[in-house]
């Protein structure tokens, strides 16, 4: 895969994130936690996806648990189970592309 195709994908899962609703409170200390939850819930939900995409949907080989557990400051086991089929469901209708298929999960 090129580094510009990769680049659009990457463009196009983070796309498909919904901006979560601002909370309006008159408030400024409940408003700014509640502002600081919804960039977080985005946050988890970038590296869930990305991930995802790392490992269904990069070829002709997806990135080894072990590099993504390193970017993405979590535990090899952490990252292997970040990330649902809806998220990989998600990637694909984002990015218009098909998983690629796994032949094992040892990587």
Do not use: C, N, W
């Not at 200390?29 to 819930?41: E, I, P, S």
């Not at 939900?45 to 990135?63: M, W």
């Amino acid at each position: 895969m090129s580094t510009r195709r990769v680049a659009g994908d990457v463009k196009a899962v983070l796309g498909a994130i919904e901006d979560p609703s601002h909370t309006a409170s008159s408030d400024a200390v409940l408003a700014a936690l509640a502002d600081a939850h919804a960039r977080r819930m985005r946050a988890e939900e970038e590296i869930r996806l990305l991930l995802a995409y790392a490992r269904h949907f990069v070829y002709p080989h997806p990135y080894t648990f072990g590099e993504l557990a390193q970017a993405a400051g979590m535990s090899v086991s952490g990252v292997r189970t970040a990330f649902s089929s809806g998220d990989v469901d998600k990637v694909a209708a984002a990015t218009g592309l098909e998983p690629v298929p796994q032949e094992g999960e040892g990587s």
